[in-house]
């Protein structure tokens, strides 16, 4: 299903509907096996609107400082592949069903072409839906879940950026649904940030958090956001907060429209060097002049490839 809400197109010949042109060509496909460097970017205005039909002349890339060729440009919708990382620990409570809700209406956002799988994580993680394209049977599945236990939130991070390993699309994005920290994995945050910045996937965090509560979290809970929001904002994602949770299903809807409505950014780096390290990437806006100011949000960076 396509989404059109929340979505402007400044540019006056292209209408909300369209993603502008591209000039990448269908066989190009950027496969995960070529030197591509692939950089989804989310371009918005000053309400938080979706801005549609820029071309490849508006976007500066670089690399280290080191300014890039983009080699190929699309604002084509591409197919995705999606893993949903639900909480259903203790803590979730009524708040699982809600949960539920929103995992439906992000569903409702996705097309026939993507896939998606479903991870449940409390005491232990665990994959209770591999990548299907039949979203009922994510539903069915969560429709089971029953809440309890703690919560090993980093252990479901990193089951999730396992099986992206056999995705088929070159879009790939994980979707967290959780109400507060970590306090049962076995790995490290230190450890997934650094798998999280080797992995090419971003990363969406739906976070609902109490206010009344705050005095009673443990410190678990109180990082637990913070963290989020910095492994989000690494893979040009980002994490999301609802002050209660009625506004989940709002927030999952919003985040399904923006991995709808992103343009796809490849390039060969000039850096040819296979030496493990980190790469910083920065993408500039160059829109045209009769445009406002415009915000782009992008994978922060990637670690090169090693001998």
Same mark, same amino acid.
């Given at each position: 299903?396509?989404?059109?809400?929340?979505?402007?197109?400044?540019?006056?010949?292209? &209408?909300? &509907?369209?993603?502008?042109?591209?000039?990448?060509?269908?066989?190009?496909?950027?496969?995960?096996?070529?030197?591509?460097?692939?950089?989804?970017?989310?371009? &918005?205005?000053?309400?938080?609107?979706?801005?549609?039909?820029?071309?490849?002349?508006?976007?500066?890339?670089?690399?280290?400082?080191?300014?890039?060729?983009?080699?190929?440009?699309?604002?084509?919708?591409?197919?995705?592949?999606?893993?949903?990382?639900?909480?259903?620990?203790?803590?979730?409570?009524?708040?699982?069903?809600?949960?539920?809700?929103?995992?439906?209406?992000?569903?409702?956002?996705?097309?026939?072409?993507?896939?998606?799988?479903?991870?449940?994580?409390?005491?232990?993680? =665990?994959?209770?839906?591999?990548?299907?394209?039949?979203?009922?049977?994510?539903?069915?599945?969560?429709?089971?879940?029953?809440?309890?236990?703690?919560?090993?939130?980093?252990?479901?991070?990193?089951?999730?950026?396992?099986?992206?390993?056999?995705?088929?699309?070159?879009?790939?994005?994980?979707?967290?649904?959780?109400?507060?920290?970590?306090?049962?994995? =076995?790995?490290?945050?230190?450890?997934?940030?650094?798998?999280?910045?080797?992995?090419?996937?971003?990363?969406?965090?739906?976070?609902?958090?109490?206010?009344?509560?705050?005095?009673?979290?443990?410190?678990?809970?109180?990082?637990?956001?913070?963290?989020?929001?910095?492994?989000?904002?690494?893979?040009?994602?980002?994490?999301? &907060?609802?002050?209660?949770?009625?506004?989940?299903?709002?927030?999952?809807?919003?985040?399904?429209?923006?991995?709808?409505?992103?343009?796809?950014?490849?390039?060969?780096?000039?850096? =040819?060097?296979?030496?493990?390290?980190?790469?910083?990437?920065?993408?500039?806006?160059?829109?045209?002049?009769?445009?406002?100011?415009?915000?782009?949000?992008? =994978?922060?960076?990637?670690?090169?490839?090693?001998?």
């Amino acid at each position: 299903m396509r989404c059109r809400g929340f979505v402007v197109s400044l540019l006056g010949a292209v &209408a909300i &509907a369209g993603f502008g042109q591209s000039d990448s060509r269908p066989e190009v496909g950027f496969r995960a096996d070529t030197t591509l460097v692939l950089i989804p970017v989310s371009v &918005a205005d000053s309400s938080n609107r979706y801005v549609l039909g820029l071309d490849k002349q508006n976007f500066r890339l670089l690399e280290d400082n080191a300014e890039q060729t983009i080699a190929h440009f699309s604002s084509e919708d591409a197919p995705l592949s999606v893993g949903l990382l639900v909480d259903t620990s203790g803590s979730m409570g009524s708040k699982l069903d809600t949960s539920r809700k929103a995992v439906i209406e992000f569903l409702k956002t996705l097309n026939a072409t993507d896939e998606a799988f479903l991870v449940e994580f409390s005491d232990h993680a =665990r994959m209770t839906a591999p990548f299907t394209q039949d979203t009922y049977e994510i539903e069915k599945k969560l429709g089971a879940a029953r809440s309890g236990g703690l919560t090993a939130l980093l252990d479901a991070v990193h089951i999730g950026l396992q099986a992206m390993k056999e995705a088929r699309n070159p879009r790939k994005a994980l979707l967290i649904i959780s109400d507060g920290g970590d306090n049962n994995s =076995r790995y490290t945050s230190r450890e997934i940030e650094d798998l999280v910045r080797e992995a090419d996937v971003q990363i969406y965090a739906m976070g609902v958090f109490e206010p009344y509560l705050a005095l009673g979290l443990t410190p678990a809970e109180i990082g637990g956001p913070r963290l989020l929001a910095e492994i989000s904002e690494q893979t040009g994602g980002r994490a999301l &907060a609802a002050t209660n949770s009625t506004e989940l299903p709002g927030i999952a809807e919003r985040i399904g429209l923006e991995l709808r409505n992103q343009y796809l950014l490849a390039y060969s780096p000039a850096n =040819r060097a296979r030496d493990g390290k980190y790469r910083r990437v920065q993408v500039t806006l160059l829109p045209p002049k009769e445009l406002p100011p415009l915000k782009a949000r992008w =994978r922060l960076g990637y670690y090169a490839p090693s001998q």
